[in-house]
């Protein structure tokens, strides 16, 4: 990824009048990024934000018009081809939506937007549709205020039509763009993938969140949580992104400047000897090996996987293939894409994760999982709600199966009958091809996530009809401590630490090891150097992460020695002091 030269920078200094202020979020993704703000809204990545030139004012206006009326009209078409016998609610719906495209409130806004401020007609239709949001999050009936939803979907069908008719400028140099939003979906941070911005900052957002996560494998420095960071930038602003250290600062002075030029250059260097320990077997001082594998989201993560010597993928999160589209990938779609990823593994175990929909990874942005998401129908709960979904999943991943070593995982189970219900699906999927006559694995692997607490407390019985189990720390923190991950006004509490997820942790690693059952963690922590030594102290020898981190993570492992580090490891799961673990755990890195 390319840098903003020095000169551009000076030239941004030059011109700069804005004050110099620093804003504190958590860094999710480290290093340091030095770029030009770009605020973009929070309803869609793709929306462009530009000014447009005075003389283009009334053809702006028209474009916006012309979408309306063509929205308008597919409205109408989908109302009259509704069937006679069609449930009521059906023409209802299109009503609704007629009424809101029809609403002044809708439209009159935007023109002005654009009129007064010269903004391009994408950018001014999404401004008002927040404000309109806004006002229907405040409505205190459940029934109403959940009528925001059909405002989106009526602004992305005007969006749409506008698709292809404006003229936004290419950005010129996309490395030298910091992101600003308000807040980003998974989704949204999924389109980051195809631009190489430099740095994106937000106001929502917790260090777990699918979206953080995205941006970690991305391998960009980001900073979540830092809530007014949107009003407060203006476009174009130059800023510095301190994504280890969460330090977000605008219009930086001169020396403040040179300062995080130098820590970047410092920084990069330090990235580029860690390239050195690509080939070189992860293994401990005494030589004990350790399995370090990485969490990808889209087969295109394969490449960094491999450039960082993964030696598998311990996690694939299989629903980022349904995200950010209107239909669902059917079996042959799904089929190839986790092939292509097995075969790239060349022999190296692909565990591919059963859909984990729901919480903050929804369809298209609709939401299924009930008042509160991530206590809903998530998850494996969604798909044994959706047998037809999870079988044709479940036929893709077998197919694929017949191509190398391919493990199935499974999120969030809780009960024993969950797990009884997917084997019972395997076999069914495994019939279904076999009676069709097409190759699979007849056995493969099928492991559980230990992410809910109840899981960890029943790890010895759920284990016995599984061959695996793979810790996922995100979500055993916040089902532990009751911190919704997506929120940053609890993030202060996520907590790795906390000794009730360092005993459900210690308890799940050292039940499945006695019992012969391999485990391994592939939430955030295991991508964390600061946390290394603590997992191998406390016996685990398998760690999936974003592939960023993987050799920094090997640096350590190859610094451990497991009887020094399990002693200390023991003395942390015993502390009821946070400050005297913190200081234990010092001295462990130490
Ligand atoms: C986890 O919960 O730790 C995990 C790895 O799964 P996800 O982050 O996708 O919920
Ligand atoms: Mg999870």
Redesign the pocket.
Known sequence: MGKPEVSAVEAALAKQQGASFTLHGAGVSGGIAIGYAHLISTARLEVAHYEIPREEIEAETGRLDAAIEQVRGELVGLHAAVPADAPAEMGAFLDLHLMILNDALLSAAPRELIRTRRWNAEWALVHQMEILVHRFEEIEDAYLRERKIDVQQVVERVLKAMLGTGHQPAPEHEEDIIVVAHDLSPADMILFKQHEFAAFVTDLGGV?S?TA?VARSLNLPAIVGLHHARHMIREGELLIVDGSAGVLIVNPDRQVLAEYQLRRSQFDLERQKLKRLKTMPAATVEGIAVELQA?IELPDDLEQALENGATGVG?F?SEFLFLNRDDLPDEDEQFEAYRQVVLAMNGHPVTI?TL?LG?DKTLNGEQFAGPNPALGLR?IRFCLAEPQLFLTQLRAILRASHYGKVRILV??IAHAHEIAQVLRYLANAEDTLAQAGVAFDPSVPVGG?I?VPAAALAVASFMKRLDFL?????????YTLAIDRTDDNVAHLYDPLHPAVLQLVAHTIRTATKAGVPVAV???VAGDVALTRLLLGLGLRQFSMHPAQLLAVKQQVLRSSIPEVELLAQRILRSEDPERTRALLAKLNA
């Open positions: 777990t699918h996560i969490n996690l999160r994760r984990d919480a998850a999120p969030m996530m992410e793979s810790i996922g720390t995100n979500d055993l923190i916040q592939c939430g955030e």
